[in-house]
């Protein structure tokens, strides 16, 4: 099939649109601009809504009323907005709504900058809101993955009933990639008896709701969330590998930095440095599994972010002790170059860890 | 033997959670009330709030939704893009819509959101225990206004029918009270009108109701509505600030 050009942040837009989502809510914020420009084009040609909220705060709760009718909704953010959103987030997983929400991660904390980053790891995977729940979380790391993990977010979002978010940074969202557009098959609307659209006096009144005054109640259903987390945690781990079979030294990046980090490995392969990458292409559930294979041959793992270092917590949570697990970061905005990475694998192939 | 007085049908047969003498009791039943008369109780959508009313959704017996506290508006116009076809009402008190929501309650009038709000003003944060809310009265007795509250250093309280009423999306904007018979009376027909106004696609339409907290005002229920009518109408004046019906007969 023939490719289109096309940006990240469009990418994603019209993923959401071929997935069957007609519901956008959003609110204007440096660098995901083009994913809600895209669709106030789209959606009013397509019967769709878009809708600019008052704030990232109405925009998360519009989804949470669209969601809580049934119907596919998203909204999409940059870092400070996302903040904002928390709360409605909280209230979506806590009332067992699906939605999707895009985070175009810009430099922090407060204000912080424009430039891309991955310094919102932790609150994407950790605490994207007050209490005990998880969002399942996909981070991309090219344009045609833009488009590809939002049928899977939509699909996911409705299979277990909860929030999911695609982590994406300000480099994914503006760069331009050849992309293959292909009508996903598994986009199917499925039944939501649950939702409040009017009982039709059919059936009693739906309620959506996340309060339960009793403590045992709130345990008991906390828990039986943390049941189906766990089913998650065995069937949606995703990750890509990279020469990591005979690899004495594995990276493990996402996104933006797991690309440097790619051509690093290729820089050090010519230098005889047997690197390889474990590239997460789920943040939560983290994929162990696919770190857990090489801990026996790896004489050590790299974890290289576009943060302070968030993300190895969870490496080294995998690896435990077993081997030495480094890391490389550069935050702010700034990107790390394949360079700086290489001479990071190098100080660990000469025995510097 | 005939019925003659019966529990409205959008209500369900499970006790209120509300304190004695307090009127929310009444606010709810002509909800329901004017629910049954428009037959639009399966096509109907609730919004609970944060507040007192928070667990009206066991109340009521249409499809219902809890929302964020202040949130309402903005999860009533999720809904309503999703179904516009449906019925969408958001029930709020005055800490919930004036304060915390200020700007999605706006800013649902400011888009002429379809939708419709009941708007409860017993000027106190009732469920947390009674602390100076954004309508809380000038010398008001509060929790956190012990000595009363001193506008110099408070403020002032809002008025929300007022204010909305500049706004173009606005269809309908009336205060109303509940303090005795005949007002009863009247808010019921400003309900109806909203929810009217709503199936007929005009807009955005609130009906402020003037409520009793006799709980955390510290009287008994008929000391409560006096105090209604010797402090609150005078501050908060009854009737209508806007109605869209009015506006476009005059411009003919």
């Known amino acids: ?353 | 033997m005939a019925i003659v007085f019966q529990k409205p049908k959008a209500l369900l047969d499970v006790p209120f959670s509300y304190c004695p003498g307090c009127t929310h009791g009444i606010i709810h039943r002509l909800v329901a009330e004017v629910i049954d008369e428009l037959g639009i109780e399966g096509k109907t959508v609730g919004v609970s709030p944060v507040g007192c009313a928070v667990m009206n959704y066991n109340f009521f017996a249409c499809d219902m939704v809890q929302a964020p506290h202040g949130r309402a508006p903005a999860v009533a116009t999720g809904l309503k893009r999703a179904i516009p076809e449906n019925i969408v009402f958001t029930y709020q008190g005055d800490g919930d819509l004036a304060a915390i929501g200020t700007a999605e309650t706006v800013h649902a009038a400011v888009r002429g959101e379809n939708i419709t709000i009941i708007f409860v003003n017993n000027a106190i944060y009732g469920m947390t225990g009674g602390q100076m809310a954004p309508t809380s009265l000038p010398n008001q007795v509060t929790q956190t206004t012990p000595y009363g509250r001193d506008t110099s250093y408070a403020g002032y309280p809002i008025r929300v029918c007022e204010m909305l009423a500049t706004l173009e999306g606005t269809a309908l904007a009336q205060r109303v009270s509940v303090d005795n018979v005949k007002n009863v009376l009247n808010a019921k027909k400003a309900i109806k009108k909203a929810f009217t106004y709503q199936i007929e696609k005009k807009g955005f339409s609130i009906v402020e109701v003037l409520s009793t907290c006799p709980t955390n005002w510290g009287m008994d229920a008929e000391e409560s509505l006096k105090w209604l009518k010797d402090n609150m109408i005078p501050y908060y004046p009854l009737g209508v600030y806007k109605d869209i019906a009015n506006i476009k007969e005059a411009s003919k």
């Open chain 1, 1 to 353: 099939m023939a490719k289109v050009l096309m940006k990240g942040n469009e990418a994603l837009a019209e993923a959401a649109v071929m997935a069957g989502c007609k519901h956008f809510f959003g609110y204007p914020i440096t660098p995901q601009t083009e994913l809600a420009a895209y669709m106030a084009k789209k959606m009013l040609k397509i019967g769709g809504v878009y809708l600019q909220a008052e704030s990232e705060i109405a925009a998360i709760n519009m989804v949470l009323g669209a969601a809580a009718a049934g119907k596919r909704a998203m909204t999409s953010s940059s870092s400070p907005g996302i903040s904002l959103k928390s709360e409605g987030i909280s209230y979506i997983a806590g009332s067992d709504l699906p939605a999707v929400i895009v985070n175009v991660q810009r430099g922090g904390p407060g204000l912080g900058g424009i430039q891309p980053s991955q310094a919102d790891y932790w609150q994407a995977t950790r605490a994207t809101g007050h209490g005990d729940f998880h969002l399942l979380v996909y981070a991309p790391s090219t344009v045609q993955e833009m488009m590809d993990l939002v049928t899977l977010a939509f699909d996911n979002a409705d299979k277990y009933r909860m929030p999911v978010m695609i982590l994406s940074d300000g480099m994914l969202g503006q760069m331009m990639e050849p992309v293959e557009v292909k009508q996903p098959e598994s986009s199917a609307p499925v039944e939501k008896p649950w939702a409040a659209c009017g009982h039709g006096n059919k059936r009693p009144h739906n309620v959506i709701n996340s309060l339960y005054l009793t403590p045992q109640s709130l345990e008991a259903l906390v828990k039986k969330r943390f049941k189906k987390y766990e089913t998650i945690k065995k069937e949606e781990q995703k990750a890509d590998e990279y020469l990591t079979d005979d690899a004495d030294y594995i990276i493990v990046a996402y996104g933006a930095s797991s690309r440097i980090s790619r051509t690093a490995v290729n820089l050090a392969r010519k230098e005889g440095i047997k690197a390889g990458l474990i590239r997460p292409i789920t943040l939560w559930p983290y994929p162990d599994m696919y770190i857990e294979k090489h801990i026996s041959h790896a004489k050590a793992f790299l974890c290289v972010e576009m943060s302070m270092g968030q993300m190895v917590d969870d490496v080294r949570l995998c690896v435990n002790g077993r081997k030495p697990v480094a890391f490389y970061g550069r935050t702010g905005g700034i990107i790390p170059s394949p360079d700086e990475v290489l001479s990071e694998l190098r100080k660990l192939a000469g025995g510097k860890y």
